[in-house]
């Protein structure tokens, strides 16, 4: 009868047909990318550590179990004892391994890749396979163990663990051995069922059952137990599975855990997260606007100050979480970056001014599209690095390749939930761990936690729930999100009401050209349901530095007003306007000129100009040994209002958007995965078939020993490597360090590193053999021709 298994993956890859191959691509991107030459260097590429665990990193938690399983059993296994081992369906999640190359064979010889098996190790905690652990085990003392448990041995190392392995196998006959164990043994075995590896003293010399007088010594006899060196045991597999109850994992999550939902009504969810979105917007609005006039400086290693920050945040009435993301979602946008002329500041960039005239809903989306896709996480802002060193916001190491992707799959848990529900963090959590378990590691455990919070701060979730323009964006729909939540926003207002004590009062949001040069005629003193402005001496003289008159001040109060302009409020800017200008500043380090000689005399008598270090040129001139914005801050400060002076002497006019920088360089996104249409996948397939049909068939010599094989390197591998996970025996072409061609059998153990640890039939000893230097490489059972 011929053997119709499959003898390596290469040759697996060639029996399937080509919309497996394309399916194979499909599932691991990394395969196709260069085309593979052959489907030899597909296998061999498929088999590679990176690959590999790029695979395994995005199964879900079902799938590893199964796989588990797979591990836990000798190669050429099957369907039905990995689902003993499993107690669940396995279809499926095998399907899904096949599919990946990650276990190929049929179901009554299942094989799974060798390097599979490197990366699980011993899966789920259980120890080594018996035969592995008896490895360390001398002749002597392995023939001891196989005379106490009634074994006969047969001579060969190898052989004889594999008896002792089939022994530990057997069900009945544990339950029989146990059955007459003490108590002390059983609390020795239940304390390594879980942690399979235990120094519970002395293991180091050999004991026999007759002279076993501790548990241990007791388990040790009968083989329940290895001894790993002289202090540590190890409980092989086959008896933790027995103690497991004939399960690798003692729960099987077959499917992701049902989200925990909560009744959230869709208006209310609607209009809170509308809410929180223009509320966004406007803090942005007023940070930037505030750096716009006073900006933070940049800390010399990158990012804001710890004094910055407290001022900021006392600015706007936040705390210093929601602070670092304000920052974070405006830099994220292009609204904010670093500039000045000597030393580096925050300020808003040149983008700030047209995005402030935009609607609240269109400024909401760049926030919220350039949050989605940035790869800085404002969240491990106040954390420490590696070397103890805190991150500080807009700091460089905040940048997490894994952001956005995690974003995007918190987004799609939320979008997948029923209409008029919510849910929790911890549920999210939940199921995303079990989706890419081997991914959830600490930081991606704090990205979900964080994008929930930052997706209700910025506005597109309430509550554990998505409103009606979240909902869009997630989905993709940018344009239709803009809709949603103009609709939700109430229509911009184009008019405040003055009132007599200095005060005006926004009824609801206005418009964003009104709202801009109304935060420059007044201040914000307080927010709500209305905005209440107030004017005063600095607001006022603000606008005429700006190079605004008296007229086109109270011309635009009147006209955005539906009270008359209070007389007071007349007054103020009146008169404001006649002693604005009168005191010039220019630059000596500064100078100070003046018509009103006795103004002049006023100031410099004044004790609170000392530091300026003032002295009179001339009867209208006084020179400052002090910049010119000193000299204008502690002049306002004193009650006058000083103009700069340009060197021809004009009046300096300081446009609103004087200070900005440049748009900050975005990071790079991550590259999605792109999915290629299916003809593009297919031609990729029809390649590597034509590469492999071409390839040169090397023609071995006849007899099994007449000369050394000649076949690729990648074939030499993928043999290797399958027939140590097999323990077959190989004839292999070596060339040694002399450059002498010879031939060997051997009975490879281990692949690793480009050397193949390998029993020597013709010297009878374990030897490392370079792969490199392998000419080629056959099974001895193989026909030759």
């Not at 991550?670 to 290629?676: I, R």
Request: net charge negative; charged share 25%.
């Amino acid at each position: 009868m011929s053997d119709t298994r499959s003898r390596s993956l290469a040759d697996e890859l060639r029996a399937r047909d080509d919309d497996a191959l394309v399916a194979l691509l499909r599932e691991r991107p990394d395969l196709r990318t260069p085309v593979p030459a052959d489907l030899a260097a597909l296998a061999a590429r498929a088999t590679t550590r990176p690959s590999v665990q790029r695979a395994l990193d995005h199964l879900d938690e079902f799938t590893l179990q199964v796989l588990d399983a797979a591990v836990a059993l000798p190669d050429r296994s099957t369907v039905v004892a990995i689902q003993q081992l499993v107690d669940h369906d396995v279809a499926g999640a095998l399907d899904t391994l096949r599919r990946q190359a990650l276990v190929y064979g049929s179901d009554d010889d299942l094989t799974v890749a060798r390097t599979v098996r490197e990366i699980v190790g011993d899966p789920a905690g259980l120890g080594p396979a018996a035969e592995v652990a008896l490895r360390g085990y001398g002749p002597a003392r392995l023939a001891g163990l196989l005379a106490d448990l009634d074994l006969a041995s047969s001579g060969d190392p190898v052989q004889d663990a594999r008896t002792v392995a089939r022994h530990l196998s057997d069900v009945p006959l544990l339950e029989a051995l146990l059955a007459t164990a003490d108590t002390g043994v059983h609390e020795v075995l239940a304390a390594l069922t879980t942690s399979p590896n235990g120094r519970l003293g002395r293991a180091d010399r050999p004991v026999g059952r007759a002279t076993a007088q501790t548990p241990v010594e007791w388990l040790l006899a009968h083989g329940l137990l290895i001894a790993v060196d002289a202090t540590t045991v190890v409980l092989p597999r086959e008896v933790g599975l027995y103690l497991r109850g004939g399960r690798v994992h003692a729960d099987t999550a077959s499917e992701a855990p049902s989200p925990v939902l909560t009744e959230a009504p869709t208006e209310r969810t609607d209009h809170t997260a509308a809410g929180a979105a223009a509320t966004f917007v406007r803090l942005v609005d007023d940070l930037l606007d505030t750096w716009a006039s006073d900006p933070p400086k940049a800390l010399r290693s990158g990012g804001l100050g710890v004094r910055d920050r407290a001022r900021t945040a006392a600015v706007l009435d936040v705390d210093q979480e929601h602070l670092n993301f304000l920052v974070e979602a405006a830099h994220a946008a292009g609204l904010l970056g670093t500039g000045g002329d000597i030393d580096e500041v925050w300020l808003p960039t040149t983008i700030y001014d047209g995005w402030r005239t935009e609607s609240v809903a269109s400024r909401w989306w760049t926030l919220a599209s350039g949050w989605l896709t940035t790869m800085r996480v404002a969240g491990l802002s106040g954390s420490k690095d590696n070397r103890g060193k805190v991150l500080a916001p807009l700091g460089p190491d905040l940048a997490r390749s894994i952001a956005p992707a995690v974003r995007r799959d918190v987004l799609d848990s939320l979008l997948a939930l029923p209409p008029g529900q919510a849910t929790s963090t911890e549920s999210v959590r939940d199921r995303l761990r079990w989706r890419t378990p081997r991914l959830f590691g600490r930081l991606r455990d704090g990205l979900v936690t964080w994008t929930l919070r930052e997706a209700e701060l910025l506005g597109l979730a309430a509550g554990g729930a998505l409103g009606q323009h979240g909902r869009l964006l997630a989905a993709g729909d940018d344009d239709g999100a803009v809709a949603a939540l103009e609709a939700l926003l109430p229509e911009p207002l184009d008019h405040v009401l003055l009132q007599a004590d200095l005060t005006a009062v926004a009824p609801g949001p206005l418009t964003g050209e009104l709202a801009q040069r109304l935060g420059v005629l007044a201040d914000v003193e307080s927010r709500g349901g209305a905005t209440v402005y107030r004017f005063s001496d600095a607001s006022v003289r603000r606008a005429l530095d700006l190079g605004w008159s008296a007229a086109e001040v109270l011309e635009l109060l009147a006209a955005h007003s539906r009270t008359p302009v209070p007389q007071p409020l007349t007054y103020l800017v009146e008169d404001i306007a006649r002693r604005h200008g009168r005191v010039r500043v220019g630059v000596a380090s500064a100078y100070l000129r003046c018509d009103d000689p006795g103004l002049l005399s006023e100031i410099l008598a004044d004790r609170r100009v000392t530091t300026l270090r003032l002295r009179r040129l001339a009867p209208t001139v006084l020179a400052a040994q002090a910049p010119a914005d000193t000299v204008l801050t502690r002049l306002r400060e004193m009650g006058h209002a000083p103009a700069a002076e340009s060197p021809e002497g004009d009046i300096v006019v300081r446009r609103p958007d004087a200070r900005r920088t440049s748009p900050p360089r975005r990071l790079p996104s991550p590259a999605p995965v792109t999915e290629l249409p299916t003809t593009v996948l297919s031609a990729a397939v029809r390649a590597i078939r034509a590469g492999d049909h071409a390839r040169t068939v090397v023609k071995r010599p006849a007899g099994g020993m007449g000369g050394p094989p000649s076949s690729p390197t990648v074939d030499v591998l993928a043999l290797l490597q399958d027939t140590a996970a097999t323990g077959e025996t190989l004839w292999i072409g070596y060339v040694d360090a002399h450059g002498q061609a010879t031939q060997r059998l051997i009975e490879p153990q281990l692949v690793e590193g480009g050397f193949v640890e390998a029993f020597d039939h013709l010297r009878q000893e374990m030897r490392r053999f370079a792969v490199h230097r392998i000419t080629g490489a056959a099974a001895i059972d193989q026909p030759v021709s």
